[in-house]
């Protein structure tokens, strides 16, 4: 199993960044697919999640602010978020939401 995630990058408070997460090795289409972060010093936490049915569940902290998508023909699961804040700097990571794969993520640093 491969989890390729892109997208990230320095950008400003109040600015957008959309992250993509490319799947191989794994039955996409089958999974709920979840986007995790994790800060320096910080646990990773749980972001959002996508089920097989494309129904969401966010997190309080970026509710109304990121949105989780999924495009089962490209294996790809995305992540927009919008109005940035310093606090969501992290290293982004995608995974199967019941499974126990992770890629390497990226980094996303929002900062003036």
């Known amino acids: 199993v491969q989890l390729q995630a892109s997208g990230g990058g320095l950008v400003q408070p109040g600015g957008s960044l959309r992250l993509s997460c490319v799947a191989s090795?794994?039955?996409?289409?089958?999974?709920?697919w979840s986007w995790y972060r994790q800060a320096p010093g910080k646990q990773r936490e749980l972001v959002a999640t996508?089920?097989?049915?494309?129904?969401?569940r966010y997190a309080d902290y970026v509710q109304g602010r990121f949105t989780i998508s999924r495009d089962n023909a490209k294996d790809t699961v995305y992540l927009q978020m919008n109005s940035l804040k310093p606090e969501d700097t992290g290293t982004y990571y995608c995974?199967?939401?019941?499974?126990?794969?992770w890629g390497q993520g990226t980094q996303v640093t929002v900062s003036s």
């Open positions: 995974k199967p939401t019941y499974r126990s794969y």
């Open positions: 090795g794994i039955d996409f289409n089958r999974d709920s």
């Open positions: 996508i089920t097989s049915s494309t129904l969401t």
